[in-house]
Protein backbone atom coordinates (compact mmCIF):
# COMPACT_ATOMS: atom_id res chain seq x y z
CA UNK A 1 0.00 0.00 0.00
CA UNK A 2 1.48 3.45 -0.85
CA UNK A 3 2.32 5.01 2.64
CA UNK A 4 1.25 8.10 1.67
CA UNK A 5 -2.55 7.60 1.55
CA UNK A 6 -2.14 7.38 5.40
CA UNK A 7 -0.59 11.17 5.40
CA UNK A 8 -3.21 14.07 6.48
CA UNK A 9 -2.33 17.33 5.65
CA UNK A 10 -4.47 20.53 6.95
CA UNK A 11 -4.24 23.52 4.87
CA UNK A 12 -5.20 26.96 6.09
CA UNK A 13 -6.61 29.40 3.31
CA UNK A 14 -8.63 28.77 0.17
CA UNK A 15 -7.37 30.84 -2.23
CA UNK A 16 -5.38 30.02 -5.25
CA UNK A 17 -2.23 28.83 -3.52
CA UNK A 18 -4.85 26.51 -0.98
CA UNK A 19 -6.63 25.17 -3.63
CA UNK A 20 -3.86 24.18 -5.91
CA UNK A 21 -2.17 22.49 -3.02
CA UNK A 22 -4.95 20.61 -1.66
CA UNK A 23 -5.74 19.04 -5.39
CA UNK A 24 -1.90 18.65 -5.87
CA UNK A 25 -2.19 16.55 -2.57
CA UNK A 26 -5.34 14.74 -3.25
CA UNK A 27 -4.18 13.44 -6.06
CA UNK A 28 -1.16 11.54 -4.47
CA UNK A 29 -3.91 9.75 -1.64
CA UNK A 30 -3.12 12.16 0.85
CA UNK A 31 -6.24 13.20 3.25
CA UNK A 32 -6.80 16.51 3.37
CA UNK A 33 -8.59 19.34 5.16
CA UNK A 34 -9.05 22.64 4.09
CA UNK A 35 -10.36 25.61 5.99
CA UNK A 36 -11.27 29.24 4.85
CA UNK A 37 -12.12 32.29 7.84
CA UNK A 38 -15.11 33.43 4.61
CA UNK A 39 -17.83 31.18 5.79
CA UNK A 40 -19.48 31.85 2.10
CA UNK A 41 -16.18 31.13 0.59
CA UNK A 42 -15.77 34.43 -1.71
CA UNK A 43 -13.32 35.73 -3.55
CA UNK A 44 -12.76 39.90 -3.99
CA UNK A 45 -10.72 41.65 -7.29
CA UNK A 46 -10.96 41.97 -10.91
CA UNK A 47 -8.83 39.97 -13.42
CA UNK A 48 -6.07 38.02 -13.14
CA UNK A 49 -3.23 38.14 -15.88
CA UNK A 50 -1.94 34.82 -16.39
CA UNK A 51 1.52 34.15 -18.19
CA UNK A 52 2.98 30.95 -20.60
CA UNK A 53 4.60 29.75 -17.55
CA UNK A 54 1.25 29.62 -15.35
CA UNK A 55 -1.04 28.30 -18.26
CA UNK A 56 1.69 25.53 -17.57
CA UNK A 57 1.05 25.36 -13.87
CA UNK A 58 -2.83 25.25 -14.99
CA UNK A 59 -2.48 22.43 -17.59
CA UNK A 60 -0.64 20.74 -14.58
CA UNK A 61 -3.29 20.78 -12.51
CA UNK A 62 -5.79 19.30 -15.56
CA UNK A 63 -7.44 22.94 -15.47
CA UNK A 64 -6.66 24.46 -18.38
CA UNK A 65 -9.72 22.84 -20.96
CA UNK A 66 -11.94 24.77 -17.93
CA UNK A 67 -9.94 28.17 -18.30
CA UNK A 68 -9.94 28.57 -21.55
CA UNK A 69 -13.28 28.26 -21.49
CA UNK A 70 -14.23 31.21 -19.49
CA UNK A 71 -10.97 32.84 -19.88
CA UNK A 72 -9.15 34.65 -22.49
CA UNK A 73 -5.78 33.03 -24.36
CA UNK A 74 -3.83 35.55 -26.23
CA UNK A 75 -0.06 36.27 -27.48
CA UNK A 76 2.57 38.65 -26.07
CA UNK A 77 2.17 42.14 -25.07
CA UNK A 78 1.62 45.10 -27.39
CA UNK A 79 3.38 48.21 -26.20
CA UNK A 80 1.98 51.34 -27.04
CA UNK A 81 2.30 55.04 -26.25
CA UNK A 82 0.25 57.31 -24.58
CA UNK A 83 -2.54 57.92 -27.32
CA UNK A 84 -2.41 54.48 -28.41
CA UNK A 85 0.00 53.95 -31.25
CA UNK A 86 2.11 50.72 -31.06
CA UNK A 87 5.36 51.01 -30.18
CA UNK A 88 6.73 47.49 -29.94
CA UNK A 89 5.59 43.85 -29.21
CA UNK A 90 6.84 41.74 -26.17
CA UNK A 91 6.69 37.86 -27.29
CA UNK A 92 5.61 35.07 -25.11
CA UNK A 93 8.70 32.74 -23.85
CA UNK A 94 9.04 29.73 -25.66
CA UNK A 95 7.78 26.60 -23.62
CA UNK A 96 8.84 23.69 -26.00
CA UNK A 97 4.44 22.93 -25.20
CA UNK A 98 1.63 23.47 -27.19
CA UNK A 99 0.35 26.50 -25.08
CA UNK A 100 -1.55 29.52 -25.34
CA UNK A 101 0.99 32.46 -25.54
CA UNK A 102 -0.84 34.33 -22.08
CA UNK A 103 -3.79 35.50 -21.03
CA UNK A 104 -6.61 36.59 -18.66
CA UNK A 105 -10.01 35.45 -16.29
CA UNK A 106 -11.74 36.84 -13.84
CA UNK A 107 -10.85 36.19 -10.46
CA UNK A 108 -14.67 34.64 -9.36
CA UNK A 109 -14.83 32.73 -12.83
CA UNK A 110 -11.08 30.14 -11.35
CA UNK A 111 -12.41 30.38 -7.40
CA UNK A 112 -15.07 28.62 -8.91
CA UNK A 113 -13.64 26.14 -11.42
CA UNK A 114 -10.72 25.73 -8.68
CA UNK A 115 -13.26 25.39 -5.67
CA UNK A 116 -15.28 23.14 -7.14
CA UNK A 117 -12.69 20.55 -8.48
CA UNK A 118 -11.13 20.84 -4.54
CA UNK A 119 -14.55 19.33 -3.44
CA UNK A 120 -14.97 16.84 -6.26
CA UNK A 121 -11.38 15.09 -5.37
CA UNK A 122 -12.41 14.89 -1.60
CA UNK A 123 -11.19 17.52 0.26
CA UNK A 124 -12.64 17.82 3.69
CA UNK A 125 -13.66 21.86 3.36
CA UNK A 126 -14.48 23.47 7.00
CA UNK A 127 -15.83 27.12 6.13
CA UNK A 128 -15.67 30.32 8.96
CA UNK A 129 -12.88 28.37 10.20
CA UNK A 130 -9.80 29.29 11.35
CA UNK A 131 -6.90 28.48 13.69
CA UNK A 132 -6.45 29.15 17.36
CA UNK A 133 -3.19 27.18 17.84
CA UNK A 134 -0.39 24.55 16.30
CA UNK A 135 1.16 22.11 19.21
CA UNK A 136 3.86 20.48 16.93
CA UNK A 137 5.25 17.07 18.32
CA UNK A 138 8.19 15.07 16.58
CA UNK A 139 5.52 13.00 14.27
CA UNK A 140 2.44 15.29 13.53
CA UNK A 141 0.89 18.65 14.47
CA UNK A 142 -2.00 19.77 16.68
CA UNK A 143 -4.61 22.07 15.61
CA UNK A 144 -6.85 23.59 17.46
CA UNK A 145 -9.92 25.44 15.76
CA UNK A 146 -12.27 28.45 16.17
CA UNK A 147 -14.86 26.19 16.23
CA UNK A 148 -13.91 24.36 19.08
CA UNK A 149 -12.49 20.96 17.47
CA UNK A 150 -9.25 19.74 17.57
CA UNK A 151 -7.27 17.66 14.96
CA UNK A 152 -3.70 15.99 14.27
CA UNK A 153 -2.08 16.03 10.96
CA UNK A 154 1.34 15.10 9.65
CA UNK A 155 1.79 18.06 7.97
CA UNK A 156 0.31 21.79 7.57
CA UNK A 157 0.41 23.95 4.95
CA UNK A 158 -0.31 28.20 5.77
CA UNK A 159 -1.82 29.45 2.44
CA UNK A 160 -3.50 32.39 4.10
CA UNK A 161 -2.34 35.39 2.05
CA UNK A 162 -0.32 38.12 2.37
CA UNK A 163 -1.53 38.84 6.15
CA UNK A 164 -1.02 35.43 7.02
CA UNK A 165 -1.84 34.39 10.55
CA UNK A 166 0.20 31.00 10.21
CA UNK A 167 3.26 32.92 9.06
CA UNK A 168 2.48 34.87 12.54
CA UNK A 169 2.20 31.88 14.34
CA UNK A 170 5.69 29.78 13.59
CA UNK A 171 7.49 33.24 12.68
CA UNK A 172 5.93 35.52 15.43
CA UNK A 173 9.28 38.32 14.55
CA UNK A 174 9.23 38.31 10.95
CA UNK A 175 9.22 41.48 8.67
CA UNK A 176 5.45 42.27 7.37
CA UNK A 177 4.58 43.54 3.47
CA UNK A 178 5.39 46.81 3.04
CA UNK A 179 3.52 49.43 0.23
CA UNK A 180 5.99 49.89 -2.49
CA UNK A 181 5.14 53.30 -3.67
CA UNK A 182 1.89 52.38 -5.73
CA UNK A 183 -1.28 52.10 -5.98
CA UNK A 184 -3.43 50.07 -8.47
CA UNK A 185 -6.74 50.80 -10.15
CA UNK A 186 -8.69 47.95 -12.02
CA UNK A 187 -11.76 48.59 -14.24
CA UNK A 188 -13.64 45.78 -15.51
CA UNK A 189 -15.07 46.48 -18.45
CA UNK A 190 -16.50 45.34 -22.00
CA UNK A 191 -13.72 44.71 -24.19
CA UNK A 192 -13.08 45.94 -27.79
CA UNK A 193 -12.71 43.72 -30.71
CA UNK A 194 -9.34 45.39 -31.55
CA UNK A 195 -7.95 44.09 -27.99
CA UNK A 196 -7.16 39.98 -28.63
CA UNK A 197 -4.14 40.86 -26.06
CA UNK A 198 -2.56 42.65 -23.24
CA UNK A 199 -1.49 46.04 -24.58
CA UNK A 200 0.98 48.52 -21.93
CA UNK A 201 0.54 52.29 -22.51
CA UNK A 202 3.88 54.11 -21.07
CA UNK A 203 5.83 57.33 -21.46
CA UNK A 204 3.01 59.13 -19.53
CA UNK A 205 2.17 59.85 -16.03
CA UNK A 206 1.35 56.14 -15.12
CA UNK A 207 1.59 52.91 -16.60
CA UNK A 208 -1.95 51.59 -17.88
CA UNK A 209 -2.45 48.37 -19.32
CA UNK A 210 -5.55 46.53 -21.32
CA UNK A 211 -6.11 42.74 -20.38
CA UNK A 212 -8.53 40.20 -22.11
CA UNK A 213 -10.69 37.79 -19.39
CA UNK A 214 -13.23 36.37 -21.28
CA UNK A 215 -14.40 36.44 -25.31
CA UNK A 216 -16.38 40.03 -24.36
CA UNK A 217 -14.60 41.30 -20.98
CA UNK A 218 -11.22 42.84 -19.90
CA UNK A 219 -9.72 45.09 -16.97
CA UNK A 220 -7.78 48.06 -17.21
CA UNK A 221 -5.68 48.94 -14.68
CA UNK A 222 -3.46 52.02 -14.01
CA UNK A 223 -0.81 52.05 -11.55
CA UNK A 224 -0.77 55.22 -9.81
CA UNK A 225 2.83 56.91 -7.94
CA UNK A 226 2.65 58.58 -4.86
CA UNK A 227 1.82 58.08 -0.81
CA UNK A 228 -0.65 55.57 0.10
CA UNK A 229 -4.10 57.02 -1.12
CA UNK A 230 -7.00 57.56 1.27
CA UNK A 231 -9.89 55.75 0.56
CA UNK A 232 -12.24 56.84 -1.36
CA UNK A 233 -15.82 56.96 -1.12
CA UNK A 234 -17.25 54.53 -4.32
CA UNK A 235 -18.99 56.89 -5.70
CA UNK A 236 -16.27 58.77 -6.09
CA UNK A 237 -13.81 56.32 -8.14
CA UNK A 238 -15.00 57.01 -11.47
CA UNK A 239 -14.02 60.51 -11.43
CA UNK A 240 -10.70 60.42 -9.43
CA UNK A 241 -9.78 57.24 -12.46
CA UNK A 242 -10.91 59.94 -14.69
CA UNK A 243 -8.69 62.78 -13.59
CA UNK A 244 -5.88 59.78 -13.32
CA UNK A 245 -6.34 59.14 -17.30
CA UNK A 246 -6.44 62.84 -18.35
CA UNK A 247 -3.31 63.31 -20.78
CA UNK A 248 -3.93 59.87 -22.18
CA UNK A 249 -5.40 59.26 -25.77
CA UNK A 250 -6.99 56.88 -28.53
CA UNK A 251 -8.78 54.16 -27.13
CA UNK A 252 -7.81 54.96 -23.24
CA UNK A 253 -10.17 58.52 -23.65
CA UNK A 254 -12.61 56.54 -25.23
CA UNK A 255 -12.74 54.21 -21.93
CA UNK A 256 -12.09 57.37 -19.71
CA UNK A 257 -14.78 59.49 -21.44
CA UNK A 258 -17.48 56.70 -20.64
CA UNK A 259 -16.86 56.16 -17.08
CA UNK A 260 -19.57 56.15 -14.61
CA UNK A 261 -20.62 55.99 -11.18
CA UNK A 262 -21.96 52.40 -12.27
CA UNK A 263 -18.26 51.42 -13.43
CA UNK A 264 -16.84 48.55 -11.48
CA UNK A 265 -13.53 49.76 -10.18
CA UNK A 266 -11.44 49.02 -7.32
CA UNK A 267 -8.23 50.43 -5.33
CA UNK A 268 -5.47 48.52 -3.88
CA UNK A 269 -2.00 49.47 -2.39
CA UNK A 270 0.89 47.14 -3.86
CA UNK A 271 2.61 45.49 -1.17
CA UNK A 272 5.18 43.05 -1.03
CA UNK A 273 8.18 41.53 0.46
CA UNK A 274 10.23 38.04 0.59
CA UNK A 275 10.26 36.18 3.47
CA UNK A 276 13.66 34.75 4.16
CA UNK A 277 14.40 31.10 3.61
CA UNK A 278 13.35 28.74 5.24
CA UNK A 279 9.14 29.13 5.16
CA UNK A 280 8.82 26.13 7.89
CA UNK A 281 8.97 25.34 11.33
CA UNK A 282 8.81 21.88 11.95
CA UNK A 283 5.82 20.39 10.08
CA UNK A 284 4.61 23.57 9.43
CA UNK A 285 4.99 25.28 6.06
CA UNK A 286 4.11 28.55 3.98
CA UNK A 287 3.21 28.61 -0.16
CA UNK A 288 1.87 31.52 -2.15
CA UNK A 289 1.81 35.29 -0.56
CA UNK A 290 1.68 33.57 2.61
CA UNK A 291 5.62 33.68 2.01
CA UNK A 292 6.71 35.61 -0.95
CA UNK A 293 3.50 38.31 -2.17
CA UNK A 294 4.77 40.48 -5.19
CA UNK A 295 3.11 43.30 -7.09
CA UNK A 296 1.36 42.32 -10.08
CA UNK A 297 4.17 43.67 -12.53
CA UNK A 298 5.45 40.06 -13.75
CA UNK A 299 1.50 38.85 -13.52
CA UNK A 300 3.05 35.57 -11.87
CA UNK A 301 1.39 35.90 -8.47
CA UNK A 302 -0.95 33.38 -8.96
CA UNK A 303 1.31 30.90 -11.52
CA UNK A 304 3.95 31.04 -8.45
CA UNK A 305 1.42 30.27 -6.09
CA UNK A 306 -0.14 26.88 -8.29
CA UNK A 307 3.76 26.06 -8.86
CA UNK A 308 4.05 25.93 -4.85
CA UNK A 309 1.29 23.20 -4.54
CA UNK A 310 2.65 21.27 -7.56
CA UNK A 311 6.36 21.21 -6.18
CA UNK A 312 5.44 20.78 -2.67
CA UNK A 313 3.31 17.02 -3.75
CA UNK A 314 6.31 16.44 -5.98
CA UNK A 315 8.52 16.31 -3.11
CA UNK A 316 6.15 14.65 -1.08
CA UNK A 317 6.07 11.79 -3.72
CA UNK A 318 10.23 12.12 -4.02
CA UNK A 319 10.49 11.65 -0.42
CA UNK A 320 8.30 8.84 -0.12
CA UNK A 321 6.39 11.01 2.90
CA UNK A 322 9.41 12.16 4.75
CA UNK A 323 8.06 15.38 5.68
CA UNK A 324 11.43 17.06 6.45
CA UNK A 325 13.00 15.94 3.49
CA UNK A 326 10.00 17.52 1.41
CA UNK A 327 9.95 20.70 2.82
CA UNK A 328 13.98 20.84 2.36
CA UNK A 329 14.15 19.81 -1.39
CA UNK A 330 10.56 22.42 -1.44
CA UNK A 331 13.03 25.13 -0.61
CA UNK A 332 16.07 24.35 -2.95
CA UNK A 333 13.04 24.61 -5.54
CA UNK A 334 11.28 27.53 -4.72
CA UNK A 335 13.17 29.90 -3.43
CA UNK A 336 15.36 31.60 -5.78
CA UNK A 337 12.29 31.07 -8.45
CA UNK A 338 10.10 32.83 -6.25
CA UNK A 339 12.80 35.89 -5.22
CA UNK A 340 13.20 36.25 -8.48
CA UNK A 341 9.64 37.36 -9.63
CA UNK A 342 9.55 39.43 -6.24
CA UNK A 343 12.94 41.32 -6.85
CA UNK A 344 11.58 41.46 -10.50
CA UNK A 345 8.38 43.01 -10.05
CA UNK A 346 9.36 45.57 -7.43
CA UNK A 347 12.15 46.74 -9.79
CA UNK A 348 10.42 47.45 -12.43
CA UNK A 349 7.60 49.21 -10.47
CA UNK A 350 10.81 51.38 -9.84
CA UNK A 351 11.39 51.72 -12.78
CA UNK A 352 7.67 52.98 -13.37
CA UNK A 353 8.07 55.08 -10.60
CA UNK A 354 11.26 57.08 -11.52
CA UNK A 355 9.80 57.60 -15.29
CA UNK A 356 12.31 55.13 -16.65
CA UNK A 357 12.58 55.12 -20.57
CA UNK A 358 9.63 52.29 -21.55
CA UNK A 359 12.58 50.46 -23.48
CA UNK A 360 13.78 49.81 -19.63
CA UNK A 361 10.79 48.52 -18.37
CA UNK A 362 10.11 46.62 -21.03
CA UNK A 363 13.82 44.79 -21.14
CA UNK A 364 13.07 43.29 -17.40
CA UNK A 365 9.77 42.03 -18.04
CA UNK A 366 10.73 40.02 -21.15
CA UNK A 367 14.16 38.60 -19.54
CA UNK A 368 12.15 37.73 -16.62
CA UNK A 369 9.65 36.06 -17.92
CA UNK A 370 12.04 33.76 -20.41
CA UNK A 371 13.76 33.12 -17.23
CA UNK A 372 10.56 31.87 -15.61
CA UNK A 373 10.00 29.39 -19.57
CA UNK A 374 12.55 27.34 -17.85
CA UNK A 375 10.98 23.88 -15.73
CA UNK A 376 10.29 24.47 -12.33
Known sequence: MNKLNDLKALIVGGGVGGMAT?????????????IDKDPEWRVTGA???????????????????EFLEVGFAGNGIQVCNVNGQPVTHLPDPELGEDLPGSGGVMRPDLHRIMS???????????????VDGFDQGDHAVEARFSDGQTRTYDFVVGADGVFS?????????ADQAEYTGQTVWRLYTTRPAGIDRRHFFLGGPHKIG??????????????????????YPVDELHVRLQELMA?????LAGIRDGLTVDSVINVRPLEAFLLPAPWYSGRIILVGDA???????????????????????????????DVARMFAAFMARR?????????????????????????????????SLAKLAEPI
Open 47 to 65: GITVTRPTLRAIKALNLLE
Open 22 to 34: ALCLRQLGVAVDL
Open 165 to 173: ATRAAIFPD
Open 335 to 367: YDRCRLVTENSIEIGRREQDGRPPEEQTILVEQ
Open 291 to 321: AHPTTPQLASGAGMAIEDGLVLADELRRSGG
Open 247 to 251: SYGGI
Open 116 to 130: SRVRDVGTDVRLGCT
Open 210 to 231: LSPVSQTHMYMFLLQVGPRPPI
